[in-house]
Nanobody, 115 residues
Framework: QVQLVESGGGLVQPGGSLRLSCAAS????????MGWYRQVPGKQRELVAV???????NYADSVKGRFTISRDNSKNTVDLQMNSLKPEDTAVYYC?????????WGKGTLVTVSS
């Protein structure tokens, strides 16, 4: 059974930092493109950052220079370090694992940026 379990969300003040982590099980982790997406109620889910099996990364323009995605293939984890957080970063953040044949989602973790 495939599981993607996110952790690390919470309430943070503007300008602060959070680190999200996603633990994957039930997949051959090193074969998957891993990503973080986010969604605000009433809006479409959007890409935040992705990292390939060879650790090539891609970021949404809105988070470039502030967020960093990383993966540890030995631990089956993918992290998202979020710095200089803004109120508009408030969303539910979802972990994603995909190949050309499969696409899996975690249940999400809420990040709230507010003073």
């Amino acid at each position: 059974q495939v599981q993607l379990v996110e952790s690390g969300g919470g309430l943070v003040q503007p300008g602060g930092s959070l680190r999200l982590s996603c633990a994957a099980s039930g997949i051959i982790f090193r074969n998957y493109v891993m990503g973080w997406y986010r969604q605000v109620p009433g809006k479409q889910r959007e890409l935040v950052a992705v990292i390939t099996s060879s650790s090539t990364t891609n970021y949404a323009d809105s988070v470039k220079g502030r967020f960093t995605i990383s993966r540890d293939n030995s631990k089956n984890t993918v992290d998202l370090q979020m710095n200089s957080l803004k109120p508009e970063d408030t969303a539910v953040y979802y972990c994603n694992a995909r190949t050309t044949a499969f696409n899996y989602w975690g249940k999400g973790t809420l990040v709230t940026v507010s003073s």
